[in-house]
């Protein structure tokens, strides 16, 4: 490492297989990345998301004899990532690919153990970096379709991080920010990791209002995040659309191109070569790698650009982008937005430099200016920049729907009240006018249900391989909220049909539903009435 970190902000955006980590003074100087000292490659400051821990390194055991706990290239340097998709099973110290298992659901073991993993890595990350002032902040990243997860996880875990704040952006979001685009810009983020593929619309606006605390800021003892002498951005997610597939995927559907007699667990060797392939097919139209084989010796792969295209091709990747920027652009119609009138696409991860990727870009977006900066640190840098001066409004990736009783169809109904892409916090409240259906009744039932998204993604694994499905969810995409609410009384004598309650539905900064119920006969909102409610988080 250069210098010793000086206060200031830490960022760390966390990979499938490799971890960013980077540092911003704390008088708003230009950010750099950290060569954390013996996690880090030689050549790049970059860290191998692996970890060995044979103790428990969360509990003090001063009488018991301690092994050093190994991270990134030391994991790698001591032959233990050899023993992945091996016959015998890695050793349980070994934490491997956890990242796609943080927040997951349902929870389960193995969901636990990665995020053991994942905060114990966070935490040995964390203790590595040589300070002279220890950060005032911690920033990470997360993916899109686990943010709520990634939440909850560090609420779990972050206590042990001797940091006064932390806080959490989305990784596409984080990365339109680090393309330095002036406020104003709409820009497409195509996040190609390890193990995600994510898509997301986002708006980079500026001098609105006055600075709040950014809904996903984890804020310990009261600190917000308030100082700053840059000028106020705020960045909004107008859609995004993400599958739990990406590069290590493509890894393995090289190896098993090159070789289709192999059955059973994949040697990892071989997973580095094919990662090994594909990363100078970035560049070149030829590769070849040297490949140790299984009973000693060496062999040699090669592989030309378009047979990586055709594989890629046939395994529906291709597909999968083009479902992604679907969902996106629907979320943009909503919003009045033409994708072709985009201000920039921005590719971020490893797999976004292969040149089907860009030439898909291309032809999908003709015209578009691609900014190609950078697609390894942009995450890291716009986390930086988001922190502590800018407000990011996220989106749902579920929507919520009021039940009602249907006079003409004699049945109970659902009535959308945000669909799936719907920004938080709203700026207004959404109002809706309820009427009793009977005579002398005297409250209306509160009933919520959670929509789900008209498609998803499914990754499965037939033989080893991950393939992927596309299903369409049921026409009745609904599963109704375990919560139970106290039921909305009803003004005396008002009639079957007459607009009585003013019912007004907001998402405050914290992901919350709230309802203020007003009544439409008095013009005022009765204690009765709960007038107040907070409903509860959405998803």
């Not at 990892?268 to 100078?280: G, I, V």
Request: net charge neutral; glycine share 8%.
């Amino acid at each position: 490492m250069d210098a010793d970190v000086q206060g200031g902000s830490l960022a760390i955006d966390l990979g499938s297989s490799n971890t960013v980590v980077a540092h911003q003074p704390a008088n708003g100087g230009s950010p750099r990345l950290l060569h954390v000292p013996a996690y880090s490659h030689q050549d790049e400051p970059i860290v191998p998301t692996l970890l060995y821990c044979a103790n428990d390194c969360t509990t003090a055991q001063p009488n018991a004899s301690r092994q050093p706990c190994l991270v990134g290239c030391q994991v790698i340097a001591a032959g233990l990532l050899e023993t992945v998709n091996q016959p015998l099973r890695p050793p349980a110290e070994l934490y491997y690919q956890f990242k796609r298992s943080i927040g997951a659901r349902p929870r389960s073991d193995h969901v636990e153990r990665a995020e053991r993993g994942g905060a114990l890595f966070l935490e040995h990350l964390w203790r590595a970096v040589p300070w002279q002032t220890p950060p005032e902040r911690l920033v990470l990243t997360a993916p899109v379709d686990a943010f709520a997860g990634y939440r909850r996880w560090l609420l779990e875990h972050g206590s042990r991080l001797p940091v006064p704040e932390i806080a959490m952006v989305d990784e596409p979001t984080a990365a339109a920010i680090g393309s330095g685009l002036p406020p104003g810009s709409h820009v497409l983020v195509v996040d190609l990791g390890a193990g995600t593929s994510d898509l997301a619309l986002v708006r980079i606006q500026g001098g609105e209002g006055e600075a709040r605390p950014i809904s996903q800021l984890i804020r310990f003892n009261g600190n917000d995040l308030v100082r700053s002498s840059q000028h106020l951005r705020v960045a909004r997610v107008v859609g995004k659309a993400g599958a739990a597939l990406g590069g290590r995927d493509l890894d393995q559907w090289i190896v098993a191109h090159m070789a289709p007699r192999t059955t059973g667990p994949l040697p990892e060797t071989w997973m580095r070569a094919a990662e090994r392939l594909k990363c100078q097919l970035s560049a070149n139209d030829r590769a070849v790698v040297e490949v140790p084989r299984t009973g000693g010796g060496v062999t040699h792969w090669q592989l030309e650009r378009s047979a990586l295209e055709r594989l890629l091709q046939k395994q529906g990747f291709i597909r999968l982008l083009d479902r992604l920027l679907e969902q996106v652009a629907v979320a943009a119609r909503r919003e009045g937005l033409d994708l072709l009138r985009l201000t920039a696409v921005l590719p971020v991860g490893g797999t976004s430099r292969l040149p089907l990727v860009r030439r898909w870009i291309e032809q999908r977006l003709p015209g578009v200016p691609c900014c190609a900066r950078q697609p390894l640190t942009a995450v890291a840098y716009g986390a930086l920049a988001l922190t502590p001066n800018v407000q990011v409004r996220d989106v749902l990736s579920r929507g919520v729907a009021l039940r009602y009783w249907d006079r003409r169809q004699q049945a109970y109904c659902w009535h959308p009240l945000y669909r799936a892409g719907q920004s938080w916090p709203t700026e207004s409240p959404l109002q809706i006018r309820l009427a009793p259906a009977h005579a002398n009744q005297p409250s209306l039932e509160l009933v919520l249900a959670e929509v789900s998204a008209d498609l998803r993604h499914e990754v499965v694994f037939v033989d080893g391989q991950p393939q992927l499905l596309e299903q369409q969810a049921p026409a009745a995409g609904t599963s109704t909220w375990p919560t139970t609410f106290p039921p909305l009384p009803l003004p005396e004598r008002v009639q079957p049909g007459q607009d009585a309650l003013l019912l007004a539905f907001s998402i405050a900064d914290d992901r919350h539903l709230h309802l203020q119920v007003n009544s439409l006969l008095n013009e005022q909102s009765g204690a009765e009435l709960n007038s107040h409610l907070d409903l509860g988080p959405l998803r």
